[in-house]
C-alpha cells in the first residue's frame, strides 16, 4: 500500500482562555476522530528557519481522502 505524508504548517495566536480551552478539546476530537485510512504522525512545535512556530504530520491512503477531511474542517 502507498501512503502520502501531508505536513500541516501553522502559526500561534494570541487567545482568551475561553478559546484555548475550546481549541484544545476540538483538537482532541479531531486527532481521535480521524476517518478510516488517515492517521495522524505527529506534532512538531519547532519549525526553525520559517514564519511557522511548527507543523503536523498526517498520512493518508489518498490525497482524496486527506483533502475530504480538510473541507470538512
Known amino acids: 500500500m ?19 480551552q475550546k481549541a484544545g478539546s476540538e483538537w482532541s476530537q479531531l486527532k481521535n476522530s480521524l476517518p478510516s485510512g488517515i492517521e495522524f504522525v ?7 528557519g520559517t514564519e ?13 481522502s486527506f483533502f475530504g477531511l480538510v473541507v470538512k474542517i
Open 2 to 20: 502507498t501512503a502520502t505524508t501531508f505536513l500541516v504548517f501553522y502559526r500561534f495566536k494570541a487567545m482568551s482562555k475561553e478559546e484555548k
Open 52 to 64: 511557522y512556530n511548527g507543523f503536523l504530520l498526517f498520512e493518508a491512503e489518498s490525497s482524496g
Open 42 to 48: 505527529g506534532e512538531y512545535f519547532h519549525e526553525w
